[in-house]
C-alpha cells in the first residue's frame, strides 16, 4: 500500500558527498517518524538518522555532524545529505516510514514500510 523509493547511491572517495532521496507521500511526512538506515554485508541493519512531522531529528553518533536528514513536504520528497564520508559508511541505504514509534530510538520499527534500499561505497 505504501510505496518508498530511494535513490541517489554510488560510489566516491573518502571525503566526499552524496544526497540520498527517497520517493515517499505527503501523508507519510506529516504523519509518522521517518528514517534512514543502513546495512553492510552480513551485518545488522543500523539507524542512521531519523526526522519526525515537526521537524525534530536525530542521529547516530557514528553519522552527527557530518550527515543532516531533511524533507520536502511540498515534493513528498525524504533526503539524507552525507558528507565527509568515511569507508565505514560503506552501506546499502534504506528509506523508512515508522508506524511503530521504534524509530524514534533508530530501532528498527516493528510496523512499518521500507524501500528497496541504495547502494553507497566509500572507497579509501
Known amino acids: 500500500q505504501v510505496q518508498l523509493e530511494e535513490s541517489g547511491g554510488g560510489a566516491v572517495q573518502a571525503g566526499g558527498s552524496l544526497r540520498l532521496s527517497c520517493a515517499t507521500s505527503?501523508?507519510?511526512?506529516?504523519?509518522?517518524?521517518m528514517g534512514w538506515f543502513r546495512q553492510a554485508p552480513g551485518k545488522e541493519r543500523e539507524g542512521v538518522a531519523n526526522?519526525?512531522?515537526?521537524?525534530?531529528?536525530k542521529y547516530a553518533d557514528s553519522v552527527k555532524g557530518r550527515f543532516t536528514i531533511s524533507q520536502d513536504k511540498a515534493k513528498t520528497i525524504l533526503y539524507l545529505q552525507m558528507n565527509s564520508l568515511k569507508p565505514e559508511d560503506t552501506a546499502i541505504y534504506y528509506c523508512?516510514?515508522?508506524?511503530?514509534?521504534?524509530?524514534?530510538?533508530?530501532?528498527?520499527?516493528?510496523?512499518?514500510?521500507w524501500g528497496q534500499g541504495t547502494q553507497v561505497t566509500v572507497s579509501s
Open positions: 505527503a501523508h507519510a511526512l506529516r504523519t509518522y517518524t
Open positions: 526526522i519526525e512531522s515537526d521537524g525534530t531529528t
Open positions: 523508512v516510514e515508522d508506524r511503530s514509534g521504534w524509530l524514534r530510538r533508530l530501532l528498527p520499527p516493528d510496523s512499518g514500510y
